[in-house]
């Protein structure tokens, strides 16, 4: 009952880690520049994300342009898109695995059918955190670089927006639920390792008994 509470605690963790990959993908709010000009009818915020720019009037006016031209962005804003969209994928794979594989489901079969199907939902979820760790730290650098660089006036420098800080905690999710999966099916495998079970041998009577004719027929 235990690991199956802790299943279930990962499963919603895990969740949690979908949505919140998803949203940090297509959210623009990856770099935030606030430009305040000597009007307060100027100030502007600008927004870049993954797939989108955004601008952001104080008059209430917001307008996005699409990124098209993949070679013309810079490597880093590529490698994000495609570990992002990897970790989507790989996270989603890991719901719909973890789903047959649980054991307050009655999906998967017997039990050692649905150990297999948890320990891979859990390792996709390790991946999906990995892939997903990985373009929020590359993107983060890039943005401190940048704004520690002396070259780059003001008005070009950016601070990490919410989807960096939404993907971080996605990646932390789906890390802790897959480490949480894993171990349950491995901590039940291992037990049955060290102790197997026990197999008892009763003796037949038949046989005994036929040996003991077969005494009696040469005394």
């Not at 990897?86 to 047959?100: D, M, R």
């Not at 927006?161 to 939404?166: E, F, H, K, N, P």
């Amino acid at each position: 009952m235990a690991s199956a509470s802790l299943q279930f605690f990962a499963f919603i963790l895990a969740l949690f880690g979908v949505f919140g990959d998803i949203a940090a993908t297509l959210l623009p709010h990856w770099k935030v520049n606030a430009d305040v000009g000597s009007n307060i009818i100027t100030a502007i915020t600008q927004m870049q994300g993954l797939w989108m720019d955004c601008t952001w009037y104080s008059t209430g006016m917001f307008s996005c342009t699409l990124k098209y031209s993949i070679l013309s962005l810079p490597i880093y804003i590529q490698a994000a898109r495609t570990t992002m969209v990897l970790s989507c994928i790989l996270s989603a794979f890991g719901i719909c695995i973890t789903t047959v594989g649980m054991k307050c489901t009655r999906l998967g079969g017997d039990t050692d059918s649905k150990n297999n199907a948890c320990f891979a939902g859990g390792i996709c979820f390790i991946l999906a955190g990995i892939f997903g760790l990985v373009p929020t730290c590359w993107y983060t650098r890039e943005i401190i670089s940048n704004f520690l660089d002396q070259t780059i006036p003001e008005s070009s420098k950016h601070e990490p927006g919410g989807a960096v800080y939404t993907g971080f905690i996605s990646a932390g999710f789906l890390l802790i639920a897959g480490v949480i999966f894993c171990s349950s099916c491995f901590k039940r495998q291992q037990g049955s390792w060290i102790y197997p079970p026990k197999q008892h041998h009763f003796p037949s009577t038949e046989q005994e008994s036929n040996a003991g004719y077969s005494l009696k027929d040469y005394v």
